[in-house]
């Protein structure tokens, strides 16, 4: 676990690896954005896309997916009030493989809770040639680290 403590501004790293697949794309559409450039290649060509590309909200979750797996793991995670600036830059195609990067923006103790602090995070998702598709400022809480006796 990371106390807020251990947390340095500045602090950068990478971290995940995902492979979009055209059924992913498609399936998750169907569910939740079905817009034809999501769901049919041709349609999605018709618009000028040079092919099917995935819903801003899908790269979001494979965004969301890759922070849990790699950062958020251990159940120590606190909820979240939310993320600024959420920027969709370049199509998410099938055939991409995505990662992470991130910085650490800022990281304050909290006012009102002095159990906890408050963390900003700069994130982009960037695919396999390097390029961002996504960025987003991720707010969180980071728990304190707890004071002993001796402290």
Known sequence: MRYLEDITVGEKFEFGRYEVTAEEIIDYARRFDPQPIHLDDDAAREAGLGGLIASGWHSTSMYMRMLVDHVLVGGSTMPSPGADEIRWLKPVRPGDVLSIRGEALEARPSRSKPDRGIV?????????????????????????????SES
């Open 120 to 148: 900003r995070w700069r994130y982009e998702m960037i695919n396999q040639d390097g390029e961002a598709v996504m960025s987003l400022i991720a707010i969180g809480f980071a728990r304190r680290r707890p004071r002993t």
